[in-house]
């Protein structure tokens, strides 16, 4: 029933690789250069959840995990493509598809994991009717790499009922939120889910937006909690790089966002504390308002 795991990584060319690297650094990931190619990676056990090339910078495409061998299978069938040895560090499994818009969308599996690096925790909060750290100091850790893992991606298209099916089918995806543009049904796009049944899920794993053409729009990292999130702006901040939104929290997926511009132009955010839902939670659709909207923090968009 699960087509996939997960997303697993973004695909970028950018104009400088040294520059990139750097910022990637300052973004709280671990990076490595092999062959001119920028692999970096979170704290998760996933060799790589971000590429980045030289060269004129674009978004060159996605990947997405499959949850098994077989659907790995089912799912190239769906276009008679082959499953292919992945070149890449971790080898494994890789489908490679093309979005109807042309993008580059990869089918991954089976690469060998890396081990987990710690990830920085903190002591329980204390809020104002719940006090659960008692006789103790918070001392922060002051970890580089504070990025678990990418959480999501969102995608400018042409044609998002298009996208969207295309997408469904191959990845068997939810939708949580679609937006509605008025009451006639005219609709700007939905964030959508992976669909792990019982298992709870990030609010949005792709987000499509009816745009009239492709556009890299961001793609999210979960940070381990609000602390180093904040921890991370401050970081961003005192370096010089450019903030494009936040902090502040989202109506829909209510997760905790901090935007930020990379070197190569391309809006990188981190994200923590998102609702979590599963099969059973439905679909749902929701005014551009609430698109917008923060529950706190600057109103806008990236
Ligand atoms: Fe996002």
């Known amino acids: ?25 300052d973004f709280g990931m671990l990076v490595d250069e092999i062959d001119g190619v920028l692999y970096a990676r979170g704290t998760d056990q996933s060799p790589y959840c971000y590429i980045a090339d030289e060269g004129e910078p674009a978004f060159l495409g996605m990947a997405f ?5 077989r659907e790995l299978q089912r799912i190239a069938a769906i276009d008679g493509l082959a499953v292919e040895d992945c070149a890449l560090p971790g080898g494994g499994k890789v489908v490679h598809m093309t979005d109807p818009d042309g993008l580059a969308v990869d089918l991954v599996f089976d690469l060998k994991a890396v081990a987990a690096l710690p990830v920085p925790t903190r002591l329980p909060l204390n809020t104002g009717t719940d006090r659960q750290r008692k006789n103790e100091r918070v001392t922060l850790s002051d970890a580089a790499v ?27 995806l939810l939708t949580s939120d679609e937006i509605q543009l008025d009451d006639q049904g005219t609709v700007l796009g939905a964030f959508m889910r992976c669909n792990r049944g019982e298992q709870v899920v990030d ?23 609000w602390d180093m999130l904040m921890r991370g702006h401050d970081r ?67």
């Open 65 to 69: 995990l499959a949850s098994s061998h």
């Open 236 to 302: 961003l901040t005192r370096k010089g790089y450019e903030a494009r939104w936040g902090v502040g929290k989202h109506v829909l997926g209510s997760q905790v966002f901090d935007y930020w511009k990379d070197p190569a132009g391309f809006t990188l955010e981190h994200f923590t504390d998102g609702d979590l839902f599963n099969e059973a939670w439905g679909s749902h659709k929701a005014p551009l308002e609430q698109l917008l909207k923060v529950q706190w923090g600057p109103d806008g968009a990236p």
């Open 146 to 172: 504070v990025v678990k893992r990418l959480g999501h991606c969102v995608l400018n298209v042409s044609d998002f009922r298009r996208s969207e099916s295309w997408y469904k089918q191959r990845l068997g």
């Open 203 to 225: 609010h949005h794993t792709l987000f499509l937006v009816q745009a009239g053409k492709l556009e890299f729009n961001h793609a999210a990292f979960e940070v381990s909690d």
């Open 1 to 25: 029933m699960s087509a996939i795991i997960d997303i697993h990584h973004v695909h970028f060319r950018v104009a400088d690789l040294a520059k990139q690297r750097q910022f990637l650094l």
